[in-house]
């Protein structure tokens, strides 16, 4: 999955949305001035409603920021601002120019404390929240940046920067034909804007569809040559074309680029991982991984590096299973709700095989599936907010889980699930860490386990690039995905006793190897018919937006080629394979 980086770098937009790939202070003032017409430079902010009376005299310093703009010298002028704010003297263009500023040495959330003050000061000024929804973007507070243009919208509705910033905000909550419209309402309103561009060349890449993906993404990179989402877009379209030397060249140039900011540079790195690896150049493409990992490691540290890390948590769950009875988790089967004919948990472990699996049930008319969606997010909160809340949970009432399963069906309604006359499959690869959960909610649920060869799953986990989470941060480093790999296979053998009956494993090799049978089984297990739709799959694919990174590949149908991926890595898997030996050799894989 590409990140989308919603800031005033990657969305080179305030108020009008077109800017070079870079955006300096330049361009961002530039477009945010032309955008705040019904706003001058002067003592008074726009609608100071809650703001002590501004002083008739003009600040001196005011004037200063005027030439400093007029001059287009916007560094000195966001230097400037800071001094104006610093003495008292506060004006959304003022804030909006300091909060650039942050933005630009990293510190965002003075940027965002900035930024909201601007939106209070300035209220109807769509150009500020569109700005504030930019900096929450770049912050990964999606939701919130959303909101934010969805208010900048409503106060301007054929504002195209607003539109191509929600089309990004849209792909990072993995809303993706929501994404698609969004940059094609930007596109109507404007043309030639970049982001809207790049973003629907990114949803073409996303699904296999480089042709589509290139010319889009030539649109833009002849406006603006090192644009790095359509730089990647063409390099991967390039790499499907068979030409890995051109787009090994076309991301270098972008990597030796010194505008690049951390993490659009390591998204490269990422990118040229997999150029040299179609090369069969392995120990290269490791290093170019191991590059971009450690760049996201670094970026993502102080959100996602303290303690408890997300496998510290994993095994302290493990520690917790140990000493409750595995009778604790058994329980009554609860009715499902009125018409719904079926429930079923599809999860294993990132890259293990859930997406195919997802999309051939999907091909079914009476499935309805959910994309990796939180629906138990109120259950979590709950009951799983520690490890030690296992106790808890395990000896908590129906009563008490009533409640949640209610909070459950209404999640998986709100995020688009049609449920009537349904066999509803909840698709989340990391469901495995929540089976305790799902035992106490869901006792009568059917358990389809996604299984593949673990080494081939690590590998690809550290080679893949997934929107960033606790779990996601545990896949940077080798080792780190193989211990976390490790807790979730424990936790469900810890859950075996309660939930195997209910459970039935696809090993993804079968799957491919003999797809009929296999898919016939997995069919037979949740209680619908194999119809011969499920063999077309892959042109669903194309008609429906997917957000994990496996969208692409399976356009193409099924292929083996990731089928022991992992001998090429031998020494640079080195490290984990202690770790997966044991369920190598329990799951039936050779050992080697």
């Not at 996601?472 to 939930?499: F, S």
């Amino acid at each position: 999955m590409a990140f989308r980086y919603g800031s005033r770098r990657d969305f080179p937009l305030i108020s009008q949305g077109v800017g070079p790939p870079f955006p300096s202070l330049e361009t961002a003032l530039t477009t945010w001035k032309i955008g705040r017409t019904t706003i001058k430079l002067d003592a008074q902010a726009a609608t100071p409603a809650a703001s002590p009376a501004p002083s008739p005299a003009r600040p001196a310093i005011f004037d200063e920021i005027k030439a400093a703009i007029e001059a287009r010298d916007y560094a000195q002028a966001g230097v400037l601002a800071e001094q104006a704010l610093a003495a008292g003297h506060e004006h959304p263009l003022v804030l909006n120019l300091a909060a650039l500023r942050a933005e630009e040495d990293g510190r965002l959330e003075e940027a965002l404390e900035r930024l909201q003050r601007a939106v209070i000061l300035a209220p109807k000024d769509h150009g500020a929240r569109n700005a504030l929804g930019l900096c929450l973007s770049r912050m990964e507070r999606h939701a919130e940046a959303l909101a934010a243009f969805d208010q900048a919208l409503a106060i301007a509705p054929d504002f195209a920067g607003a539109h191509a910033a929600r089309g990004g905000t849209f792909e990072a909550l993995g809303r993706l034909p929501e994404a698609d419209a969004a940059h094609r309402r930007a596109l109507e309103l404007q043309p030639g804007n970049h982001v809207a561009l790049a973003g629907l060349a990114n949803l073409a890449s996303r699904r296999g569809a480089h042709a589509e993906a290139k010319a889009l993404a030539e649109q833009v990179l002849a406006m603006d040559p090192a644009y790095p989402d359509a730089v990647r877009v063409a390099a991967a379209a390039e790499l499907a074309a068979g030409d890995a030397p051109a787009a090994q060249r076309r991301l270098e140039a972008l990597i030796a680029d010194p505008r690049i900011h951390p993490q659009q540079l390591a998204q490269t790195q990422g990118a040229l991982g997999d150029v040299l690896d179609a090369q069969d150049r392995p120990a290269e493409a490791f290093a170019a991984y191991a590059a971009c990992n450690m760049g996201l490691w670094r970026v993502y540290a102080p959100a996602f590096g303290g303690h408890p890390s997300a496998l510290e948590f994993a095994r302290g769950m493990i520690e917790r299973l140990d000493e409750i009875p595995a009778s604790a988790w058994t329980a009554t089967p609860r009715p499902l709700p009125q018409g719904v004919t079926g429930h079923v948990f599809l999860m294993g472990f990132p890259r293990s095989g859930t997406t195919l699996l997802e999309q051939v049930l999907a091909s079914h008319p009476q499935v309805e599936t959910l994309e990796e969606r939180e629906t138990l997010s109120a259950a979590l909160r709950a009951f799983l907010a520690t490890p030690q809340h296992l106790d808890r949970l395990a000896a908590a009432s129906d009563s008490e889980l009533g409640a949640l399963r209610e909070a459950y069906w209404a999640r998986a309604r709100d995020e688009g699930a049609e449920l009537a006359g349904k066999v509803f499959v909840d698709k989340h690869p990391l469901n495995t860490f929540k089976l305790p959960l799902i035992a106490r909610l869901f006792p009568q649920a059917k358990i389809l386990f996604a299984r593949r060869d673990p080494r081939d799953v690590v590998l690809s986990c550290y080679r893949r690039r997934f929107a960033m989470s606790g779990s996601a941060y545990q896949l940077l480093t080798v080792p780190g995905a193989a211990g976390y790999y490790d807790a979730a296979m424990q936790i469900a053998d810890r859950m075996a006793p309660a939930m195997g009956a209910q459970t039935h494993v696809v090993r993804h090799e079968d799957l491919i190897a003999d797809f009929d049978r296999v898919a016939r089984a997995a069919c037979d297990a949740v209680g619908i018919g194999w119809t011969e739709a499920m063999r077309d799959f892959a042109e669903r694919v194309k008609d429906r937006g997917i957000a994990t990174p496996s969208a692409a590949q399976l356009v193409g149908g099924l292929s083996a080629e990731g089928v022991g991926q992992w001998r090429r890595y031998r020494a640079q898997l080195a490290p984990a394979l202690p770790r997966l030996a044991p369920w190598v050799e329990r799951f039936g894989y050779a050992v080697e």
